[in-house]
């Protein structure tokens, strides 16, 4: 189980429940399939799959959940199509244009009827929390996914103390001097791939990709004051990803050096390669996640 992207929090009260706790937590919450007139369902699902019942999986302290979310397809032009059709025949009835509350009653109605024949596809997100590092982390693309989690989660404990990561120097400021001024920390590799953005008005965005970002076109578009909102590193050999302002971190990749630890790893089935993976990722990143913060002036705590 390696993740892909990272959205991070930091728990701003020490996280206490054990594995088991947290196990009895999630259990009214387990996933169930969508039901004839649902629209969508989420649910806790093991982690491992198949091959475990448990809600949460524990590996060295560290404990991984895993959210899935079960949606109906209901295409729009499928829906429009059928409107237009219902709206004309109530026009013919009435003699006049239907009201909007008109118009809504009868699409709830096409969606009600269509909800039952309607395709359900299904995505999981996981996530774990490291209790001694204070660490909520989520695979995640986007804020609003990493929010779903936690908001289900918090329904599920009555309370969720996290906040999303704040330094005492901004990313894209201190990501922008490495670009300018070539003052990269030593055990970070910039990479071929950067966006950069106008501080004015009109935010004119510039892209890069396979790009040598050590070229002076680079350096002209950071001299008229744009800023690095998202750079590809790797730091150490042994992690390559894309950071954003925000710290967000996507399209992560754990290198030969860590690739390599995993496969020496002797494993008889899917369930201890799930293990062994997840317990050499959650140890990786505990090692990397304080050296990420000093990067851009270390933790406000404030």
């Not at 219902?86 to 009201?99: A, C, I, M, R, Y």
């Not at 071929?192 to 106008?198: G, I, T, V």
């Not at 040598?212 to 001299?223: A, G, S, V, W, Y």
């Amino acid at each position: 189980m390696w993740f892909k992207n990272l959205a991070l929090y930091r728990f701003t009260e020490p996280f206490t429940l054990s594995a088991a706790e947290l196990e009895e937590k999630l259990q009214p919450l387990v996933f169930k399939p969508c039901g004839n007139q649902d629209l969508f369902r989420f649910g806790w699902t093991p982690p491992l799959g198949r091959h475990s019942q448990q809600l949460v999986h524990s590996a060295n302290g560290f404990l991984m959940i895993c959210g899935k979310k079960q949606e109906k397809v209901l295409p729009t032009p499928v829906i429009n199509e059928l409107l237009v059709e219902k709206v004309e025949e109530l026009e013919n009835q009435l003699g006049k244009k239907p009201s909007k509350k008109q118009r809504d009653d009868i699409k709830d109605e096409i969606i009600f009827q269509l909800l039952p024949k309607a395709f359900a596809f299904s995505k999981k997100t996981y996530a774990y929390i490291d209790p001694k590092g204070g660490w909520l982390i989520v695979d995640a693309a986007s804020a609003k996914k990493a929010e779903e989690i936690l908001s289900h989660l918090r329904k599920c404990l009555g309370t969720l103390p996290v906040i999303p990561i704040i330094t005492n120097e901004k990313p894209g400021s201190v990501m922008t001097q490495w670009l300018m001024n070539n003052q990269n920390p030593n055990d970070v590799i910039i990479e071929d791939e950067c966006e950069l953005r106008s501080p004015d008005d009109e935010g004119a965005i510039v892209r890069c990709k396979r790009h040598d970002l050590t070229l002076p076109e680079i350096k002209n578009h950071l001299n008229t004051g744009k800023q690095v909102i998202k750079l590809s590193i790797s730091w150490a050999d042994r992690l390559a990803f894309i950071i954003d302002e925000n710290m967000a971190i996507k399209r992560l990749k754990f290198l030969d050096l860590i690739q390599e630890q995993a496969a020496d790893i002797e494993t008889g089935n899917e369930a201890e390669q799930f293990d062994a993976d997840f317990s050499i990722m959650s140890l990786e990143l505990a090692g990397f996640l304080p050296r990420l913060l000093e990067w851009f002036g270390g933790e406000n705590k404030a």
